[in-house]
């Protein structure tokens, strides 16, 4: 089992930035990657948004957020990073962080095999 917390999520203006964080923790924690995706309201389907191979340091974006958000992981503190800048209102959503085991990262949320509860992210205009 594999046990994720996103945090760092809330209110902020148009323009800003936010960092969000997800620690992993558990016994079975050895994950081939690791990725965010987020949920706008109104939405049924998450989107992916970034995607971090843990022992390779390789990373991938959604087209959407490509330029203005950095994802980065710490191996030593099982947490997975999300720098967001320059921050819009359709960057509103939830943001869940995902654990995959096996090889390959792709950008569908059934690839993934553990989630986090979500972190609220509101960008206001």
């Known amino acids: 089992q594999v046990y994720l917390v996103e945090s760092g999520g809330g209110l902020v203006q148009a323009g800003g930035s936010l960092r969000l964080s997800c620690v992993a923790s558990?016994?079975?924690?050895?994950?081939?990657?690791m990725a965010w995706f987020r949920q706008a309201p109104g939405k049924e389907e998450r989107e992916f948004v970034a995607?971090?191979?843990?022992?390779?340091?390789?990373?991938y974006y959604g087209d959407s957020v490509k330029g203005r958000f950095t994802v980065s992981r710490d191996n030593a503190k099982n947490t997975m990073y999300l720098q967001m800048n320059s921050l819009t209102p359709d960057d509103t959503a939830v943001y869940y962080c995902?654990?995959?085991?096996?090889?390959?990262?792709?950008?569908?949320?059934?690839?993934?095999?553990?989630w986090g509860q979500g972190t609220q992210v509101t960008v206001s205009s």
């Open positions: 995902a654990h995959r085991t096996f090889y390959g990262l792709g950008n569908a949320a059934y690839e993934y095999d553990y």
């Open positions: 558990g016994r079975t924690f050895n994950p081939y990657g």
């Open positions: 995607a971090i191979e843990w022992s390779s340091d390789t990373t």
